[in-house]
């Protein structure tokens, strides 16, 4: 144990001591908060959405053919209680609700005017704004095509709710992404470049021949970062309470035990990584090309993951940011607790164990 | 002590033999020397007796451990100084010391008399951090973190490399010291004229050993009688000696010209005349004993 913490005193001088790279370490997540606050544009396919039809009639049946038909939408399961669909919802199971309501045909017919329930997932707002639009577009093309040769025009009005993010605030669907790339970025080429750092500069030479445990030089590397981040944890969140004015609506110490079990999960990559390589040059190109770009691009924060052709969906899944990203959703947004996030809070988990287990049967006692 | 009987190190794709079938024994409590050039397979050797490498061939033990199988018990109780300075630059000289203190299970007092006389000579220094430190300072403290476990054998690989000869004096001495506490020391050194400090020496090249004995022993058993010459000209010396008829071989020593003649001898006379026939004014001529690069140059040209 003395040794332990021997090797985690070291370590925290390193880290201490390189006052350029500690400035960049902190300053990072503050400019990335600042500069993603620009709400990115995307198409969405394929979106599940669920329907639960009162009215069970021509008018709404018509409608239901047509959504079916369109490209954009999955439907989910077709009956469905409406207490059900705030669990849905919750569990992210679907992305969009239809409620005809019981009097849809008859609303239409005697009074010309029905209304639909629209209820979207706003924790996303580009996804809900534009799934919103496509059910208005396929309700208008319905009412057109009821409308041809008739005197008294028929009018459906779509009532469309946003859901856990009534303004359409683009900030809360960045904050999870930032968090989950800041992390990504700050925890995995830290440590990547911590134990290859040892091999290229010779300490490891003289550390190997000493009565050393590998897994203690692991986890002692790990530590001063852990801190670390946990702190770049804290300013993101209070940035985005105090300063982009959104609220957390789960459990914070939910969300610190997330963000702590995530960051461990990238912190075993880095030190995997830094297992692997014998340069700091090729561990920090394969930590930043090899990690920060399928994390831009497979953690859904930047590109819907919905929308892309299946073998990808199928490597998103390696991605441990995707997971993080939905998890700090599902906390910060939703609300939710830990029961709608085990799944994905398991993933990491069995991410992080795999990581550490091949980083120690990976780690060199010798030199060659 | 250390028993390595035929051990063989292979590099790379072209087979490269770092190391080539080398056996020697080193006795308890005994300084022994691997002296030869950059190159020499010094440092593979080192490495495989402290278990960084292993052997392609042959075996060894250390302290009765094998370097294969025993790994672990040799880590535990050998010092080792690599070649480069491998401590944390930036980690001052106390935090260094205690960290490897710490690695090995032990504390600095617990040690600090094998240490002492070394650490007070850097002692005002010790906030300092070791990347800002001297060559000879950073070697104090290489010696210091090698030495705070009380290893029954010290590794020191090319300790006095790219130090000041002031300080590669004292460092020797220190030695000498450490010595007399009966731990066992395997330096390696390009330098010849610190071979004569060791009990005993391995002249190593390419991978081979061409003697092992002790430095007096080896000075001794150079066959010719070795004579020294001195001129203004020294690159003309040189040629025209080599072309002297009774020459055996002739090689530039520093500002000296080590010349060795076939079994008749020659007097200075003979040389004198024949070099003014080539227009080179002999200012010295001397009889000398032979050093070890003497011998070693002797042993390469055979």
Redesign the interface.
């Known amino acids: 144990m003395?040794?332990f913490f021997?090797?985690v005193?070291?370590e925290f001088?390193?880290v201490l001591?390189?006052r350029k790279t500690l400035f960049i370490l902190f300053g990072m997540p503050v400019v990335q908060i600042l500069i993603f606050g620009f709400a990115l544009t995307n198409e969405v396919k394929n979106s599940k959405l669920v329907i639960v039809d009162q009215a069970k009639d021509l008018a709404s049946q018509q409608i239901i053919s047509r959504i079916e038909a369109s490209r954009y939408f999955d439907i989910e399961k077709a009956v469905m209680d409406p207490a059900q669909i705030e669990s849905a919802f919750r569990e992210g199971k679907i992305k969009l609700a239809l409620i005809f309501p019981a009097n849809f045909s008859k609303d239409l017919m005697h009074l010309n005017r029905a209304q639909i329930q629209v209820i979207a997932d706003a924790s996303d707002p580009n996804t809900a704004n534009m799934l919103g639009n496509y059910v208005s577009s396929i309700i208008q093309d319905q009412q057109m095509a009821l409308n041809q040769g008739n005197k008294i025009p028929y009018t459906i009005v779509p009532e469309i709710r946003m859901l856990y993010n009534p303004q359409l605030k683009g900030a809360p669907n960045f904050v999870p992404g930032v968090m989950a790339l800041v992390l990504m970025l700050v925890c995995v080429m830290m440590t990547a470049i911590s134990i290859v750092r040892e091999k290229e500069?010779?300490?490891m030479?003289?550390?190997?021949?000493?009565?050393?445990k590998p897994l203690l030089v692991i986890i002692s590397k790990a530590v001063p970062y852990l801190f670390l981040s946990l702190i770049n944890v804290i300013s993101i969140l209070l940035l985005s309470v105090f300063v982009l004015d959104l609220p957390i609506n789960g459990s914070v110490a939910l969300l610190f035990a997330e963000s702590t079990l995530f960051i461990i999960t990238n912190l075993t990559l880095g030190i995997f990584i830094s297992i692997r390589t014998n340069s700091q040059q090729v561990a920090m190109l394969i930590s930043l090309m090899g990690m920060m770009l399928p994390t831009v691009l497979f953690s859904g924060f930047m590109f819907p993951i919905e929308n892309m052709p299946l073998p990808l969906q199928i490597i998103s899944n390696i991605v441990p940011a995707k997971w993080f990203y939905i998890i700090v959703k599902s906390i910060m947004i939703k609300g939710v607790g830990f029961a709608a996030i085990w799944k994905q809070t398991l993933v990491l988990l069995g991410m992080t164990v795999l990581l550490l287990g091949l980083s120690w049967k990976n780690f060199k006692?010798?030199?060659? | 002590m250390i028993q390595v009987n035929n051990i063989t190190k292979v590099y790379g794709k072209e087979k490269t033999l770092a190391v080539n079938d080398v056996s020697f024994s080193v006795k308890e409590g005994e300084l022994f020397g691997l002296i030869g050039p950059d190159g020499a397979g010094k440092t593979s050797i080192f490495r495989m007796l402290t278990t960084l490498l292993l052997p392609d061939g042959g075996s060894a033990t250390v302290n009765g451990f094998d370097i294969v199988k025993d790994f672990k018990q040799i880590r535990n109780s050998v010092g080792y100084m690599p070649g480069k300075f491998s401590l944390y630059q930036d980690l001052s000289i106390e935090e260094n010391l205690n960290f490897f203190a710490t690695v090995f299970n032990t504390t600095v007092e617990e040690n600090y008399h094998l240490i002492k006389d070394i650490y007070i000579q850097i002692e005002p220094f010790k906030k300092r951090r070791a990347g800002k430190l001297s060559g000879g300072m950073k070697q104090k403290l290489a010696l210091c973190c090698a030495l705070i476990h009380k290893p029954t054998v010290l590794f020191l690989d090319e300790p006095t490399t790219g130090v000041d000869p002031v300080s590669r004096k004292e460092f020797w001495e220190m030695l000498k010291r450490l010595k007399a506490q009966n731990i066992t020391i395997v330096v390696s050194t390009p330098y010849m004229d610190e071979a004569t400090l060791c009990d005993r020496i391995a002249l190593i090249q390419e991978g081979k050993i061409l003697s092992i004995d002790t430095p007096a022993a080896i000075t001794a058993s150079y066959p010719d009688e070795l004579i020294a010459l001195k001129s203004e000209k020294m690159s003309a010396l040189l040629k025209a000696l080599n072309e002297f008829p009774k020459i055996k071989s002739v090689y530039a020593f520093g500002e000296y010209a080590h010349a060795a003649f076939q079994e008749s001898g020659v007097t200075e006379e003979e040389i004198k005349t024949y070099l003014t026939t080539q227009q080179i004014a002999l200012l010295e001529f001397k009889k000398i004993e032979a050093t070890i690069e003497d011998c070693f140059i002797g042993f390469l040209k055979n």
């Open positions: 003395k040794q021997a090797f005193r070291k001088a390193h001591r390189d500069v010779g300490t030479e003289i550390l190997l021949v000493s009565p050393f006692i010798r030199l060659a």
